[in-house]
């Protein structure tokens, strides 16, 4: 069975920074790509970012590229969203995704996270 396990997320100040993480179990993590979405109260869900198996391409949503980086790790079965110079629209749940895929944009895998929250104060 597909888990995957977010954590980092917290309250932070405007400007400030944050490190989420999802640890993923029961698949075969390194071949995947994956994925981070948010969704922030009476908003739709949002694409933030998603890497490649390798960790050589990456992508970004508009409202976040040159503020937020993907990373991954395929031997600790991780990725990581390194998130800096927040601002309070950053604001939201954030989760992880899994097996999706990019084609002109990113389409999500079936298997999601939890999710951790995020708050950026003004």
């Known amino acids: 069975q597909v888990q995957l396990v977010e954590s980092g997320g917290g309250l932070v100040q405007a400007g400030g920074s944050l490190r989420l993480s999802c640890v993923a179990s029961?698949?075969?993590?390194?071949?995947?790509?994956m994925g981070w979405f948010r969704r922030a109260p009476g908003l739709e869900r949002e694409f933030v970012a998603a890497i490649s198996w390798s960790g050589g391409t990456t992508y970004y949503g508009d409202s976040v590229t040159g503020r937020f980086t993907i990373f991954r790790d395929n031997a600790k079965n991780t990725v990581y969203l390194q998130m800096d110079s927040l601002k309070p629209e950053d604001t939201a749940v954030y989760y992880c995704n899994a097996d999706g895929y990019y084609s002109g944009r990113y389409y999500p895998g079936d298997y999601w996270g939890q999710g951790t929250q995020v708050t950026v104060s003004s």
């Open positions: 029961g698949h075969t993590f390194s071949s995947e790509t």
